[in-house]
């Protein structure tokens, strides 16, 4: 317990962003889903099926209803390259092989290491969007492996329940739409023993920390919100105009203070650990943040059933509500560029820049299955370091 001060304070200064003494900012939990990360991220204008539940609810009342049982992405920031070695090395577990620990070292020192996955199933259409989704998203960095580094996790739980209004004007379509969010967040900083015993833990590499459980001795801020989105897309033609507001009112988030350990054995029973209120006396909220985007989807008429292109692009938190502190972000970092061109209804070839970082990908589309795949670069972790990533996505949709 004698280290929990000193883990509360460092958590408060390099995890969240402080508006004030007592108030902490958190960043929303976003999944690098390939569909999306493949375009850069820009989906506000384009919003609509499944991945609406997720960006922009005016987006339920746009298109044919989409029913998506399950969807599961997965992604991993590393260079391309060493990451079937990597998942090699994740399945084996045979760090300290000979020429093992070369592989990972170069990569932590380097452009540091991440993973993330998320399950969900959701319903738009017709106006109605309902929805759920849990999913992880880790990242690891220092300046020596195993023994140097340390690394943040986040975990988000979230129930999507919404509705979006047609209305018809002249010579356009407005959709409105809103949506309540339940969350259930868990936040964690991993420091250099938990980190360490993480690394020896999945990796099969010997660290000084072998013998330490890296879950009883990482403790987390863990709890629930309530979120509100609302958004709208107003349509005229090929062009539409998106307009997304994220955590309307700031949602607030009523946390613990408990292990690692504790919260997982709570949650695989259906609830959170007792209350231990963090130390600080912190208020937690995510800002709400406010995107507008801009799309051009041009009807080919007979050609489209062979060619639908689409360009789209996003100012995605416009007035900097998520911003780190520092100087200020330049405005080409909030610029989302997306592009995609489906082919025969069957494959979609994608392309896009997220803040300058180019990305690309692919997916193919059958009848209830459809596969994503997203290579693209990203900046994270409390450096805003560019990483590179890449990201799958299965899901089955009627």
């Excluded at 897309?233 to 009523?254: K, Q, V």
């Excluded at 801009?294 to 007035?319: Q, T």
């Excluded at 820049?353 to 193919?364: H, I, M, N, R, S």
């Amino acid at each position: 317990m004698a280290r929990i001060p000193i883990i509360i304070t460092v958590f408060l200064g390099a995890a969240s962003f402080s508006l004030f003494a007592d108030t902490v900012r958190e960043a929303p939990f976003v999944p690098r889903d390939a569909e999306s990360a493949a375009q850069g991220g820009s989906r506000v204008a384009v919003a609509r099926g499944y991945g609406a539940l997720f960006s922009n609810p005016a987006g339920f009342a746009r298109g044919e209803a989409s029913l998506t049982p399950v969807s599961i992405s997965v992604w991993m920031l590393a260079r391309p390259r060493r990451i079937p070695a990597l998942l090699d090395l994740l399945r084996r577990r045979d760090g300290d092989a000979p020429g093992k620990t070369d592989l990972p070292a170069a990569q932590f020192e380097s452009d540091g290491f991440g993973l993330g996955a998320a399950l969900g199933i959701g319903y738009a259409g017709g106006g109605l969007g309902i929805g759920f989704q849990a999913g992880f998203d880790g990242f690891f960095s220092g300046a020596s492996f195993p023994d140097d580094l340390t690394g943040e996790l986040l975990s988000e739980f979230s129930l999507v329940v919404g509705y979006a209004f047609t209305f018809q004007l002249s010579g356009a379509r407005l959709l409105l739409g809103a949506d309540v969010r339940p969350l259930v967040r868990v936040h964690s900083l991993f420091d250099g023993d938990s980190t360490a015993a993480l690394i020896h833990r999945f990796f099969g590499t010997s660290t000084s920390r072998d013998d330490l459980d890296p879950w009883e001795n990482t403790w987390a801020l863990n709890g629930s919100g309530i979120a509100v989105d609302a958004g709208l897309i107003l349509s005229s033609g090929p062009f539409s105009l998106g307009l997304a507001a994220r955590d309307i009112f700031d949602t607030r988030l009523r946390y613990s203070w408990n292990s690692l350990d504790a919260v997982g054995s709570s949650l695989l029973r259906g609830g959170l650990p007792p209350m231990v209120v963090p130390p600080g006396d912190a208020d937690y909220l995510v800002p709400m943040s406010l995107s507008l985007g801009l799309a051009v989807e041009p009807d080919l008429g007979g050609l489209s059933r062979l060619l639908e292109p689409r360009l789209h692009g996003e100012v995605r938190d416009a007035f900097g509500a998520l911003d780190p502190p520092g100087p200020a972000v330049p405005f080409s970092r909030r610029l989302r560029l997306g592009a995609e061109l489906g082919l025969f209804r069957l494959v979609r070839l994608r392309a896009g820049l997220d803040g300058g970082l180019p990305a690309f990908g692919a997916g193919l589309e059958l009848p209830t299955l459809q596969i994503n795949c997203a290579v693209f670069r990203t900046r994270t972790g409390p450096d805003r370091r560019e990483v590179p990533g890449v990201s799958l996505e299965l899901a089955l949709r009627f």
